[in-house]
Nanobody
Framework: QVQLVESGGGLVQAGDSLRLSCAAS????????MGWFRQAPGKERELVAG????????VYVDSVKGRFTISRDNAKNTVYLQMNSLKPEDTAVYYC?????????????????????WGQGTQVTVSS
């Protein structure tokens, strides 16, 4: 079992930056891909960014490319999402998710079904 705790959300203005963190605890000795998802009211949950175990493979939804950066520190069992140039349409609850994998190079999944463990989410609100 793996527990995930997100932090760093809040209320900001358009153009501002935020950095989300997700700390993993429990059975973290295995390799895991990690991802950040978001869900806005009335919308489906979507992958924002994903990263493989080694950190060498990252994926992003088109709407955040060039603005958001996902990274991880395996020594701290933590994944980060640096969000720059925030827009009102980025407003959502952001969830951290992780899935155990065998190979360090395994790619992060693009959909929620590809992740076994989830955090409880952190609210990000961007005002115009």
């Amino acid at each position: 079992q793996v527990q995930l705790v997100e932090s760093g959300g809040g209320l900001v203005q358009a153009g501002d930056s935020l950095r989300l963190s997700c700390a993993a605890s429990g059975r973290t000795s295995s390799r895991y891909t990690m991802g950040w998802f978001r869900q806005a009211p009335g919308k489906e949950r979507e992958l924002v960014a994903g990263i493989n175990w080694s950190g060498g493979i990252t994926v992003y939804v088109d709407s955040v490319k060039g603005r958001f950066t996902i990274s991880r520190d395996n020594a701290k069992n933590t994944v980060y999402l640096q969000m720059n140039s925030l827009k009102p349409e980025d407003t959502a609850v952001y969830y951290c998710a992780t899935n155990p994998v065998i190979y360090a190079a395994s790619r992060p999944a693009y959909n929620a079904a590809g992740y076994r463990y989830w955090g409880q989410g952190t609210q990000v609100t961007v005002s115009s």
